[in-house]
């Protein structure tokens, strides 16, 4: 093979893409990884990383103005919003570094420069020092995805920010408007309400985090509303005027429409995949609105290539994208893949109080035919919960009355973002009640309660 090829050749060094990269290159194969912006992608540097270091520095905050509770003293707490973002930027900047020496240490070539599909088992490369050929027996299109910009209501990176802007804040603001309660959404809405910006979330669904089990939208919806959000649902926004310094957002609901007044608009209305320009046509890529169609093996239907993560498709989470990866290197390197399972796919949200929830929630169940045992858990029945401070929460689990099987669990509470993978673990292992129940949880863990909720379903539950 010459120098310009290679067992694979994987566009996008995203969670998806650097990911299949070091497992291909484990596995004995040559690749090389293309990026054209930060070797990590979204996740590593303007997405789940950053958000999660902002996220920290606000819980510490929250925590410490809370001094009281724990019978401490803590006088004058303030924060600077400059230095909370450097912290962010440089957790960012550390986790990139880290992929380069991974890459390093796997034997990845790694090339920064922008791709583009030339025809069957070729990309063309263009770096800043001019255009290069690679051949691929193998292509993973790993281009992951950007925020979605719905007409009127654009980031403009002064009045109106989308997440990149939000990571990045210049000021503070002082009256925020966020629209949309999915997971990116009110993260920035927990973030910056906790710091004291007035805000205001808007979700043209029902409820907040709509795709979450409604027990556990209603409990974090409470909490929210608790800590001073304001939340409009049933709500859309059909304009925002903009002005120097100022935004009026018109709001539209079942009973008319009126008018607000905002410092900062914060847009979180979903993600568009990257499929421009990237040759996929040409080669005969389907392609269902921005997104990659493919198999449950990640194969676009043209050999040897695959699509992989957030340009694939949802659900658009990182360890999705990894785990598709890690798959279709196993495949191409000639090893037996695992399809990703979609309900076994925990979803995190890093808001104050956390969510956290994998498989079906009780309305899907019930819509999909399953008779159903349902069980819930409260924080404040689990001792380390009330010794943490953290009272308020529930854990929710759903079972098939017939088998028995873990169809879904529903947390909202603290640290159940950590807690979930407990019942990952399940569902991949395809553990039922009795499995269940029969596990000895340590005490005193948080983690009790998921114990007491899956006793619950079965009216066995004891502190409660
Ligand atoms: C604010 C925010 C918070 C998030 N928080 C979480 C979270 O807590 N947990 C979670 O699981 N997910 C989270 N996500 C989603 C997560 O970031 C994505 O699911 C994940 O990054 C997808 O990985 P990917 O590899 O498919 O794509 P990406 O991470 O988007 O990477 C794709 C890469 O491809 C590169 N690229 C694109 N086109 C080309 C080209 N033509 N040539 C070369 N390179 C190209 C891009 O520059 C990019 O670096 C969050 C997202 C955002 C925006």
Known sequence: MSDKSFDLVVIGAGPGGYVAAIRAAQLGLSVACIERENLGGICLNWGCIPTKALLRSAEVFHQMERAKDYGLSAEKIGFDLDAIVKRSRGVAKQMNAGIKGLFKKNKVTSIMGEAKLAGSGKVIVKTDA?????VGKNIIVATGARARELPGLEADGDLVWAYRQALVPTRMPK????IGSGAIGIEFASFYNTLGADTTVVEVMDRVLPVEDKDISTFAKKQFVKQGMKILEKTTVKKLDRSAGKVVAHLEDAKGTTTQEFDTVISAVGIVGNVEGLGLEELGVKVD???????????TGVEGVFAIGDVAGAPWLAHKASHEGVMVAELVAGLKAHPIKPNSI??????HPQVASVGLTEAKAKEAGYKVKVGKFPFIGNGKAVAM????????????????ELLGAHMVGAEVTEMIQGYVIGRQLETTEEDLMQ?????????????ESVLDAYGRAIHI
């Open 130 to 134: 001019g255009e290069e050929t690679l």
């Open 175 to 178: 009256k925020l408007l966020v």
């Open 289 to 299: 609105r921005t997104h990659i169609v493919t198999d449950e093996y990640c194969r």
């Open 346 to 351: 925990a979803g995190c949200t890093y808001c």
């Open 389 to 404: 401070g953290e009272a308020e929460g529930l854990v929710k689990t759903v079972f098939d009355e017939a088998t028995g």
């Open 439 to 451: 596990t000895v949880f340590p005490h005193p863990t948080m983690s009790e309660m998921m114990h």
